[in-house]
């Protein structure tokens, strides 16, 4: 607990990332180095086409960098793995020929990480922690939106993964469920302290959420800056809401008294 | 000078007794209702229906050598039955067809692979589908019939070429249209290729796969029929075909059309029983079509 310099737990050390499009190649990111630590809830923040999502598909592993490096845990990352748990936004990441609970299985039988009794208890107890013991045996199709994220996490969870990466989980959801889910989210992470990489553009989840937030730049993304959280938006010394810095920062404008510090 | 009526303030209001004497929440359907939306009886009544307008037409017409009753056609029916003719006929066409109809799923399943492994296989599946689909199994058949003989060879070869494209087609499209998120969990968890094929790929694409099965089943089904008519006289038993064939030379019009309702009712009950089970098994349970 007291090492004075403890190692990353993800490393992203100037990371380029390019993708095809039908006719052309699009730079998504340029550059882009930052450090996650166990225990983070690592946010990154920027508005669309800052290339956010393609960074997190990078640590997942479904695409190769151009330039620089990922490494988790000192090793290389460079395919998909069970090590890295992905909750996407869409609500079709469940498949719907499996119920809810057969869902968790088959991520834990499928990696190998479990099988048997040890794997339906384990998936019962995160199916339970994310409220759905009831719902264990319905399909995806039966469920509303918010379950079907919850049923995502507690797949991801269940896994317990040395990272969990989250593709703005909650932005197809409605406002009130949003607010719902941030919550359980953060309850989630106080009993289970499981190191989070969450990215989204919206400012009030970002400081809600993280205890780091990472601001992108868009065309191509690049760093903006790397700033601390308390989860309650607090006035910072020069007289601007955490929130407010953020949107002064991003969008280059000048800081005024405007605020739109809620969520 | 009327200015815009400013909305009045209005203070916070708090209903502390809800209202009472609504009635029944959930009122039970009348029995009517739901007799209608049974959808087996609801077929029924209409072919029923079919059949009366049928019987009314022949009873008109009043000649059996043209266009018999629904009564007589029942009665052949019936007799053949019980002689065992008609039973035989079918038995034998139905099995012809199961081999064929595995064959062409055999093939199809060997195509759709070699599709999605590489893009070569997508290319020549393509090709291949869009020279052979419309091409008629029948046209084939004089062909089938010098290279394999007058016998099950040639029909069999037919069945695959009425199976093969029709599967191939459907479940390739099936596959290139399951969801890229299913594709991503299905990697994020370190499925092997094996795995993810079969608990992945095959799951996502069933809905066009069961498509592509139905219209095989179709095809072969009417294609053996074709085929049976042409030379049923070769093959040691005679199928349906040939039963109807061999009853239209003895203008025994009657057995022509027992004859073709055993068709007609064979391609009901596969359709209604067995892909209808099918599909509410799994596709329709999963919400994955209404």
Same mark, same amino acid.
């Given at each position: ?12 050390d100037g990371l380029t990332l390019q993708y095809r499009t039908r006719d052309s190649i699009v730079t998504a990111t340029y550059r882009v180095s930052f450090d996650v630590f166990t225990s983070d809830r690592y946010v990154i923040l920027g508005p669309s ?215 | ?134 091409? /008629? ?5 004089? *062909?089938?019939? $010098?290279? =394999? %003989? &007058? ?5 069999? !070869? ?95 019009? /009657? ?5 073709? *309702?055993?068709? $007609?009712? =064979? %391609? &009901? ?5 067995? !892909? ?15």
């Open positions: 607990m007291t090492d004075p310099n403890p190692k990353p737990l993800l490393a992203v086409g800052c290339g956010k999502s393609t960074l997190l598909k990078a640590v997942g592993g479904y695409i190769r960098p151009v330039e620089g490096s990922i490494t988790l845990a000192g090793a290389q990352i460079s395919k998909p793995g069970p090590d890295r748990v992905l909750v996407f936004q869409e609500f079709d990441q469940l498949l719907p020929w499996k119920t809810v609970r057969e869902n968790v299985l088959f991520a834990l039988v499928a990696s190998g990480r479990l099988k048997g009794r040890e794997a339906a208890e384990r998936a019962d107890h995160y199916i339970a922690k994310v409220n759905l013991t009831g719902f264990a045996d319905s399909y995806p199709h039966m469920l509303s939106g918010g379950m079907k994220q919850r049923v995502a996490i507690a797949r991801g969870m269940a896994m317990e993964p040395q990272i969990l990466l989250m593709d703005e989980p909650f932005a197809a959801l409605d406002a009130l469920t949003r607010g719902k889910m941030q919550e359980e989210l953060l309850q989630l992470w106080d009993e289970t302290k499981v190191t989070l990489l969450f990215v989204t553009h919206s400012i009030p989840e970002a400081v809600r959420i993280g205890n780091r937030i990472l601001l992108l730049t868009p065309h191509p993304g690049r760093a903006k800056a790397e700033l601390g959280s308390t989860g309650t938006d607090l006035v910072g010394p020069d007289g601007l809401t955490l929130s407010a810095r953020i949107d002064s920062l991003l969008f280059d404008r000048h800081p005024t008294a405007r605020s739109n510090a809620h969520g | 000078m009327a200015e815009p009526a400013a909305a009045p303030p209005r203070p916070d209001r708090i209903y502390e007794t809800l209202p009472e004497g609504f009635g029944v929440v959930a009122k039970p359907l009348s029995f009517w209702a739901r007799i209608a939306d049974n959808g087996v009886f609801r077929k029924s009544v209409l072919l029923a229906v079919l059949a009366l307008i049928w019987q009314a037409y022949a009873l008109w017409l009043g000649n059996s050598l043209l266009f018999p009753t629904f009564t007589e056609t029942g009665y052949a029916f019936y007799e053949g039955m019980r002689s065992g003719a008609l039973t035989e006929a079918t038995f034998h066409s139905v099995w012809l067809l199961l081999k064929g109809y595995a064959l062409g799923l055999a093939f199809a399943a060997a195509a759709t692979a070699f599709a999605i492994t590489t893009r070569v296989g997508a290319d020549l599946l393509d090709t291949l589908t869009s020279m052979f689909n419309p091409l /008629p199994s029948i046209a084939l058949l004089p *062909l089938a019939m $010098i290279w =394999f %003989g &007058l016998g099950e060879g040639s029909i069999i !070869f037919v069945l695959v070429h009425a199976v093969l494209w029709s599967v191939a087609l459907n479940t390739h499209a099936g596959f290139r249209s399951v969801s890229p998120t299913w594709r991503m969990v299905g990697q994020n968890y370190g499925l092997s290729s094996l795995a993810y094929v079969t608990k992945i790929l095959i799951p996502g694409a069933l809905p066009s796969i069961l498509t592509g099965l139905k219209i095989g089943w179709a095809f072969a089904w009417r294609t053996l029929i074709a085929a049976e008519l042409v030379f049923g006289v070769s093959s040691s038993g005679g199928g349906l075909g040939w039963y109807i064939f061999q009853n239209k030379n003895l203008l025994d019009i /009657p057995n022509v059309f027992a004859g073709l *309702l055993m068709v $007609i009712i =064979f %391609g &009901l009950i596969v359709d209604n029983f067995v !892909f209808r089970v099918l599909e509410q098994r799994t596709i329709r349970r999963w919400g994955m079509q209404s």
